[in-house]
């Protein structure tokens, strides 16, 4: 159960990240901090996307073996 709940928080807060550097990007403005935040937020995206892509695919092949 647990490992499950942390793969959804992982997953959410990876969309969050995105959504936020999204909507830095479109409405903040060209200054250097605000590009600073958005490829900080489009990399954590990117990372915690992938890593549960990749436990989600982990974990499924773990169920279809048993």
Known sequence: MSIKLK?????TIGMV???ISLLLDR???KEPLV???CGLF???SITLNIT??????????KEKNN
């Open 17 to 19: 990240s995105l959504s």
């Open 42 to 44: 489009t990399g954590l």
């Open 52 to 61: 549960f892509l990749i436990k989600y695919k982990y974990e499924m092949n």
């Open 35 to 37: 590009d600073f935040f």
């Open 7 to 11: 793969k959804e928080v992982m997953l």
């Open 27 to 29: 409405f903040a403005g």
